[in-house]
C-alpha cells in the first residue's frame, strides 16, 4: 500500500511549521522514518492515521484521499496504529484488553474475536502471560500488547511511532524482529530517532530536520554520506573539539575517539569505514 504526500504543511497556531511542504513517497514493504525529536516525525504519523487534520498539500494511501473524510474513513478501516504512549487499562488482562479493543474496531462476533486474539498473542509471544493484569506487563511486553492491538483487523498500513523507546536490549531486539516479520506484503512505517532501529530492520528511509525532508533513499546511500568522513583518533589529552565526536573508548592509556569530520580531526586520525549512524551524523553537519 503505497503513501503518497504532496505539499504536506501543519502549522499550530503560535509556532513555526511542524511539517514544511513535505513531498514523499513510502512503497509497500518496511520504511523508516528517521529524525530527531521535534523533528515532525509523530505530526506526520498522526495525520496519516487520519487524527490530525493538514494546513495544507495532499496525503494518499493506497489512493484514498487522507485529506477527505470518506478518505481517511478508507484508510482507517486497513489501517493499525500503535502511538508513542498506547493508554491500556492496567486492570484488564492483556486477553480481555484485547478482546475490547477488537470488539471497538467492528469484530462483533464472539469466537471469531476470542480466536483473533488468540492468533496475535501467539504472534507477540504473550500467550504464556495473556491472563495477567496489565499493570504487571514490563514495557516491552506493554508494547507488544500495542502491536497485537494495532494487527487486530489484519490491516495493509501499519504504522508504529517511536515503538523502542525505553525498552532494554533484549526487548528492542524482540520488537524489532516482529517488525521485520510482519512487514511481508503490507507497508510498515517506523518512526524513530534511533538510528539502530532501522538499520536493523529497513532497507529505505526518510529523513526529516525542522519539518522538511533532507533525505529519501536506501540505508546504504544514507552510510555512504559518511564515506571518508569518520575518524579514528587515540590521545590522552583533550577530546577533538572538530566534527561530532560519536563514541570514546578506553584505548593505549587514553581514550579512542571515533569523530564525523569533513577532514583530520587531529594528528594522527585514522579514517574507518562508516555506519549508518555516521551518516546520519555527516547529513546532520551539511546542514
Known amino acids: 500500500m503505497r503513501i503518497e504526500i504532496s505539499g504536506l504543511t501543519k502549522t499550530y497556531k503560535g509556532k513555526g511549521p511542524a511539517l514544511d511542504g513535505l513531498d514523499l513517497l513510502v512503497p509497500t514493504g518496511m520504511f523508516g522514518l528517521l529524525g530527531a525529536n521535534g523533528a515532525g516525525k509523530t ?4 495525520i496519516l492515521a487520519g487524527l490530525l487534520r493538514p494546513t495544507a498539500g495532499q496525503v494518499r494511501i493506497g489512493g484514498n484521499d487522507v485529506t477527505a473524510r470518506s478518505g481517511r474513513q478508507a484508510v482507517q478501516r486497513v489501517l493499525g496504529y500503535l502511538p508513542q504512549d498506547l493508554g491500556v487499562y492496567p486492570d484488564l488482562s492483556a486477553r480481555e484488553f484485547l478482546d475490547y479493543v477488537g ?10 474475536r476470542r480466536r483473533r486474539v488468540g492468533e496475535l ?3 507477540v509471544a504473550l500467550t504464556g502471560d495473556a491472563d495477567r493484569r496489565l499493570r504487571g506487563y514490563s514495557g516491552g511486553m506493554r508494547r507488544r500488547v500495542g502491536i497485537a492491538q ?11 511511532d517511536e515503538p523502542t523507546a525505553g525498552l532494554d536490549p533484549e526487548e528492542r531486539i524482540r520488537f524489532r524482529t516482529l517488525l521485520s516479520q510482519l512487514a511481508g506484503e503490507r507497508t510498515v512505517l517506523l518512526s524513530t530517532h534511533i538510528v539502530d532501529d532501522i538499520a536493523q530492520t529497513c532497507r529505505e528511509l526518510a529523513v526529516l530536520a525542522k519539518g522538511r525532508l533532507v533525505f529519501r533513499g536506501t540505508v546504504d546511500e544514507l552510510t555512504r554520506r559518511a564515506d571518508s568522513r569518520v575518524w579514528s583518533v587515540v590521545t590522552a589529552g583533550p577530546a577533538p573539539t572538530a566534527g561530532t565526536v560519536v563514541s570514546a573508548l578506553p584505548a593505549d592509556g587514553g581514550l579512542r575517539y571515533r569523530v564525523v569530520a569533513p577532514t583530520p580531526p587531529a594528528p594522527g586520525a585514522e579514517p574507518v569505514a562508516p555506519t549508518l549512524e555516521d551518516g546520519y551524523l555527516a547529513l546532520a553537519q551539511a546542514g
Not at 43 to 46: D, E, G, I, P, Q
Not at 150 to 160: K, M, R
Open 150 to 160: 494495532a494487527l487486530l483487523a489484519d490491516p495493509q498500513l501499519l504504522i508504529v
Open 103 to 112: 470488539l471497538l474496531k467492528g469484530i462483533d462476533d464472539r469466537a471469531t
Open 43 to 46: 505530526t506526520l504519523m498522526r
Open 121 to 123: 498473542l501467539e504472534v
